[in-house]
């Protein structure tokens, strides 16, 4: 299966997700999950950025939450693990070592695994079961394995009545419409993409709040796919070192799922811009409405009702980008050379 065709089918299949019945989805007790005050989420690579993302989730409804590299939490935080804290797993493969590894440390106890594989060594490992986001095959680099994990988050924190939202339906069909948008348009965005970034060899990917696991799993596709080295930090640490290297021949890709412009997001656009550099502006037409396309700007966003859905749309387009500059550069982008990916 190619990476195209996995990236295409990410609607479909997450539409399918939302609509399954709970006893297929729910390999656990839920009733179980509501007696802990605090969360940690734990992962690797897109499960780790996937986990901030529901971390985001429970503390902007008022559940406190962290989320740490796996092998991160093995080293050095395992104290954080007492019996009012559950710990929510998550490996879209469920062979993660660092997180399977992790998970058996603690024989476990109050673990919640978060998967795409039920006969994985994660789901066998913890102790209140695990939730099988079903986004079936993936071979490629991750796309519909990481917009599944998101929607599973998203749907447990609905379903626990944890996160309360009067328009939940509605909102995730606007988002699927979003998706469709944006994939039906794929080839387009390839294009369009590639040719912007053509002569911007440095490219940082940048958000905040619900948008910083975006920016940062759009630059580790992007670097497996093009094979260029490039960075991923939220917007506040921009000015904390990285505005040093901004210049001509550099290029920002900027996440916003908020309605809202704050000052820091416009200052670090324009540092990019007024030195010659390129930015590509991704997220919410409600904040992003105003601002006009140029030779170096460019404007990409979506209208939704909530920015907790953001994450699910504004991956798309680096998706596209990671794959038409990998193309552009003579090599199969999708195609992992030093990651394995089960059967």
Known sequence: MS????????????????????????????????????????????????????????????VPALVFESQELERGFLPLLDDDVLLVAVSQSGESRETVGCVRGIQGKNTLGITNRPKSALARACELGFVDIRAGVEKTSATKTYTNTLGALLRLVVDLRIHRSDHFDSGVRDCLAAMRRWLGESVRLQEILQRFFE????????????????????????????????????????????????????????????????????????????????VLLVGSRHSLGNYPETKQGLVLSYDLPSEELGPLVEIIPAQCLAYAVGLASGLKPGELLRVSKLP
């Open 199 to 278: 002569q911007t060899p440095h490219l940082a990917f940048m958000g905040s709040g619900f948008s910083l696991p975006s920016a940062r799993q759009a630059a580790l596709i992007f670097g497996e796919m093009t094979h260029r080295l490039t960075t991923a930090l939220s917007i506040g640490a921009f000015f904390h070192g990285l505005i040093e290297q901004v210049g001509q021949g550099y290029g920002a890709v900027f996440f916003h799922a908020s309605p809202v412009i704050d000052s820091p997001f416009s200052e670090a656009v324009e540092a990019v811009l007024r030195t010659g550099g390129r």
């Open 3 to 62: 990476y195209l065709r996995e990236m295409v089918e990410q609607a479909d299949v997450l539409e399918a997700l939302f609509r399954t019945e709970p006893q297929y989805v729910y390999h656990t007790d839920l009733t179980r999950l509501t007696r802990f005050r605090r969360v940690v989420f734990t992962g690797m690579g897109s499960s780790y950025y996937a986990g901030w993302y529901g971390a985001m989730l429970l503390n902007r409804s008022g």
